[in-house]
C-alpha cells in the first residue's frame, strides 16, 4: 500500500513539476479519480480483512499504553519537525513553498524537492489509510472522503501558510488539537452532523482570512527588513 503510494506520488509529481499544473488542483483530480477506482472495485461495499497481524498494527499499545498509531503519528512529527529546523533539505523546503523562482536562484532544485515532497506525502497518506483499515478490522473506500478540508483546517489554524513557505510542525500538532476540541465540542453540544459541516466550512473560512492577514504582516516585515538593510 505505502509502495501505491509512491508510485501516485511520483505520477502527480511529472503533472505538477514536468507539466506544470496547478499543485493543489492536480492532488485534487487524482483524489477524486482514486476514490471513485476505489468505489466501482468494491461497489462502494465495506469489506473485512481476517488478517489478525494486520488487526494489531491498529490495535496494539506501544509500552502498554499508547496506541501503535498514535505512537507512529508522533515519531513522524518528530522526525519532520527535525528536518524542517535543522536541515539543508528541511530550508530547501521553506525556501521553495516562500518562492520557488528565488529558490532556483539560490542553486535549488525546486522540483527535486517537490518530488521528494509529493512521493512523501501520498506514502504517508497510504500508511495512515493501512492504519485505520487495521483498527476498524475493514477496508472501507468511503471512510474517510471529505477529511482533506479537515487536514487543511487543522494545518491554517497551527500557522501554515496556505500560501507556502511558512509553518512548524508542532504548529500543525497544536491546529489538529484545536480542531478535534472544536468538533468534540459540537458534537458534546448536541449540534446536528449537518451543522457540524457548516460550522467546520466557517472555522476554515476563518483560519483562511486569519492566514492571509498573517501572510500580509510577514510579507510587511520583510520589506521592512530589506529597507532597512538597503539604509
Known sequence: TVLFGCLTGLLISIFVCVLNFISFITTLAFTTVLTGIGLVITNAENFTIDNQGFWALGTINVFGIIPLPFFIMLLLYI???LILRYTKFGRSIYMCGGNAGAARLAGINPRKVHTILF???SAIAC??????ASRMHQASPSGVIGTEL???TSSVLGGVSFMGGSGTMGGAFIGLMLLN???????????S???????QGVLLIAALILDFYREEARLRALRAS?????E
Open 79 to 81: 522526525i519532520y519537525g
Open 119 to 121: 512521493v512523501n506525502n
Open 127 to 132: 500508511l495512515a489509510g493501512s492504519l485505520l
Open 150 to 152: 479537515t487536514a487543511i
Open 181 to 191: 476540541v472544536f468538533t468534540n465540542g459540537l458534537v458534546i453540544a448536541g449540534l
Open 193 to 199: 452532523s449537518y451543522w457540524r459541516i457548516v460550522a
Open 226 to 230: 530589506t529597507e532597512i538593510g538597503a
